[in-house]
């Protein structure tokens, strides 16, 4: 199975990157599902019912948040409802809507997509690693699931390298998101997961990760907020990463992808 994974979209410019990027890449490589992760696409600030379905039009299976998940008000009915649309697994029970959940491709392959929230220089939040543990466990692959996916927001790359090798055997893919910023460092660990510390985000990147940079900048050299944080709208990249997958769920193949904007681009080279 081939699956498509793309990170935070920031704002205005990240939606309409996904619009202009992601239909041809999901048939041109063939993707049988596509995972996007949607917390900044209202200006930078969660996401509205009209920017989710935005995401969905575009090619997205299934939308995952993060830190940013209920900035938009409306998120907290939106999520009630949407089964496509995944919060964190550990934020507190009180939370509307689900972390994990098992999705059908169109081809009629079970997917489950996880998403967690890190700790390491981020707000206290409930365990991410338990909570990962607990969704994996009650669907393993191989057996009720043909794949298996977790959007692993977080700040710190240790901490996103650690989920990695927790989750090893269990999972198809570990990706972390959150820092806007594509790492390389994308592989296959020993056991069949494949991982990459962050996806990077969809948007302009020629930003302080996805914010025009003045005030950013201003914020760095004075210490003195003189305005609020504007997301960047230039020439928008879509970021991520693409996987193949075995009977198992494990990872044959993994690449990073990076098209449009001013980031250097690079793209899945599948077998056929
Ligand atoms: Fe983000
Ligand atoms: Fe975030």
Redesign the pocket.
């Known amino acids: 199975m081939r699956i498509l994974f793309l990170g ?1 979209v920031m704002g205005r410019c990240g939606r309409e990157g996904v619009s202009r990027y992601l239909p041809d890449l999901r048939r041109d490589y063939q993707f049988d599902f596509v995972i996007v992760n949607g ?2 696409a209202s200006h930078g600030r969660g996401l509205t019912e009209k920017h989710y379905r935005d995401l969905l039009e575009a090619g997205a299976d299934v939308v995952t948040l ?3 998940a209920f900035d938009q008000r409306e998120t907290l009915g939106v999520i009630a409802r949407e089964e496509t649309l995944l919060r964190p697994i550990n934020m507190t029970n009180s939370a509307p809507g689900r972390g994990s959940m098992m999705y059908e491709s169109q081809g009629g392959q079970r997917v489950l997509v996880i998403n967690a929230l890190g700790r390491v220089f981020m707000n206290p939040i409930n365990d991410p690693f338990a909570a990962v543990d607990e969704a994996l466990n009650g669907c393993p692959m191989g057996d009720v699931a043909d794949a298996a996916i977790v959007d692993f ?1 977080a700040e710190a790359t240790s901490e996103m390298q650690g989920m990695g090798h927790f989750c090893d055997g269990r999972a198809s893919l570990v990706v972390g ?2 820092t806007h910023i594509p790492t390389a460092d994308h592989r296959v660990l020993a056991g069949g997961t494949a991982i990459m510390s962050d996806a990077g985000m969809c948007g302009d990147y020629d930003s302080v990760i996805g914010m025009q940079a003045e005030e950013p900048v201003n914020r760095f050299t004075t210490g003195i907020p003189k305005e609020r944080f504007t997301p960047a709208e230039g020439n928008p990249s879509v970021c991520g990463v693409a996987i193949e997958t075995n009977g198992a769920g494990l990872c044959t193949y993994v690449a990073p992808v990076r098209v449009g904007g001013s980031i250097s681009e690079a793209l899945p080279e599948y077998d056929c």
Request: no cysteine; charged share 35%; net charge negative.
């Open positions: 935070d917390e900044n993060g830190d940013h927001h998101t959150h």
